[in-house]
């Protein structure tokens, strides 16, 4: 059996459009109430609504286009649970009505983050290749030419070696104030998709907010929204998949709890259900070479409810950019092995959620995309062609008898 394949849709304003996405290929519409403000609940109304628009033939409603809303990508969790803030409660309820009214129209999959302050972070978001393709790119010495030279955090310096901080200062030197703005832009303005964006003194007012809570505290806080959101999830037959960090690493001083195998672990034993479960971003979870991905995905398959296949590379500096999807340091052969074992295993135990549904996530920009504008890393030509290659793939290992044979 194929994964089922699902593609990002940014709502109404996606210069991507749903008839795009159909002869993309894929069947499954992944998407947010984007418009609602992070913590307010999702009425069911409004999920009513966004789901007849994306499943219903705009010239017949009465008939069906051809694609399912499969995921939601993502319900924000509000900062005042993050930061385990007295008042978290009420926002605790409020994501616990949006879960039950995410159930009622019959959506499967919330995929969620537990990042503080900044969702997915970038330094670059047009990294020029050789082939003259657009990625997106972290590089390391630049975000801490941001943290040391624009955001001034107190006490940056002493965490970083000399060799990035001379990295760090030749770059900052090296660049003009319009491309500083820009730098700064790309890290706190907000990427499609994540939190809000800040201005600076926002967003040192934001990473104050973290200055007493450490990982420990930072785990506590999301073990109790765990523990208050699993059971109504269950009820509500609405599979929980929490989206690990990106980039894996500690940002501005922040803590950090979604990295590595030993927190998705963590994670997963707070509460041992699928409805527990996880988001796989195999470019997020790749940028640390200490993340063995296809072992991440044979050990915690049957946790697995959302999957972002993409590849990065990385460079010894720290920095990584994101590379086509069968190229970088993602083994991505061996992690479709695996993942299309773990759907074998769950036929013959006659799971319902059989299908995990995925994603070929962030493309570059490429051909006729480089002249538009487009949602960074969601271009459409680029995502097909990463689409395309993850299909290959897949077909290739579903006949050789790798799964099935043996
Ligand atoms: C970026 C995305 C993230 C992701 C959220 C999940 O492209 O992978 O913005 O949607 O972190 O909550």
Same mark, same amino acid.
């Given at each position: ?9 940014? #709502? ?10 159909? =002869?993309?290929?894929?069947?499954? $519409?992944?998407?947010? !109430? ?5 913590? @307010? ?8 609504? /966004? ?13 069906? /286009? ?5 995921? $939601? ?10 930061? #385990? ?9 409020? &994501?616990? =009505?949006?879960?039950?009214?995410? +159930? ?38 630049? %975000? ?10 107190? #006490?940056?310096?002493?965490? %970083? ?19 500083? %703005?820009? !730098?700064?832009? *790309?890290?706190?303005?907000? !990427?499609? +998709? ?29 073990? %109790? ?75 915690? #398959? ?7 296949? /993409? ?21 991505? &052969? ?7 074992? @773990? ?31 487009? *949602? ?27 799964? &099935?044979?043996?």
């Amino acid at each position: 059996m194929e994964m089922e394949q699902t593609w990002r849709w940014y #709502g109404p304003s996606d210069p991507v459009t749903l008839a795009d996405i159909r =002869q993309a290929g894929a069947t499954g $519409i992944v998407t947010a !109430l984007h418009e609602i403000p992070i913590g @307010e609940v999702w009425t069911e109304e409004a999920l009513l609504e /966004r789901k007849k628009l994306i499943e219903r033939d705009d010239k017949n409603p009465l008939r069906s /286009r051809g694609l399912t809303w499969s995921v $939601i990508e993502s319900i924000p969790v509000h900062e005042d649970i993050k930061q #385990g803030k007295p008042n978290r409660d009420e926002w605790i309820d409020k &994501y616990k =009505q949006s879960i039950r009214n995410v +159930g009622k129209v019959g959506i499967p999959v919330i995929t969620y983050n537990w990042m503080p302050v900044v969702d997915w972070t970038r330094t670059n978001l047009a990294l020029e290749l050789e082939d003259g393709a657009r990625a997106l790119a972290f590089d390391f010495p630049e %975000y801490v030419a941001f943290d040391l030279y624009m955001l001034q955090r107190p #006490g940056a310096e002493k965490e %970083y070696s000399d060799e990035i901080k001379d990295a760090a200062k030749a770059r900052f030197e090296s660049m003009n104030d319009e491309e500083r %703005y820009v !730098l700064q832009k *790309n890290i706190i303005a907000g !990427l499609p +998709g994540g939190q809000e964006g800040y201005t600076l003194d926002e967003f040192r007012e934001r990473l104050a907010n973290y200055d007493s809570i450490d990982d420990t505290k930072y785990r506590q806080n999301l073990r %109790y929204f765990l523990e208050q959101i699993i059971p109504v999830a269950i009820e509500s037959d609405v599979r929980m998949a929490i989206h690990p960090d990106d980039p894996p690493i500690s940002l501005f001083g922040l803590p950090r709890v979604v990295s590595t195998e030993a927190d998705l672990q963590y994670i997963t034993n707070i509460y041992n259900s699928v409805y527990n479960g996880l988001c796989i971003c195999t470019g997020s979870l790749g940028v640390r070479p200490d993340n063995d991905l296809t072992g991440i995905v044979e050990r915690l #398959g049957d946790k697995i409810n959302f999957l972002h296949l /993409r590849s990065t590379q990385r460079d010894p500096m720290g920095s990584f950019h994101e590379a086509s999807h069968l190229r970088g340091d993602v083994p991505m &052969y061996q992690v479709m092995v695996a993942v299309l074992k @773990e759907q074998k295993r769950r036929h013959a135990a006659n799971r319902r959620d059989e299908q995990i549904p995925m994603r070929a996530d962030h493309g570059h920009t490429i051909l006729d995309d480089l002249k538009k504008k487009t *949602n960074p890393g969601y271009s459409a030509i680029g995502l097909l062609r990463g689409m395309a290659e993850l299909r290959g793939l897949e077909m290739g290992i579903l006949n050789s008898g790798v799964i &099935y044979n043996n």
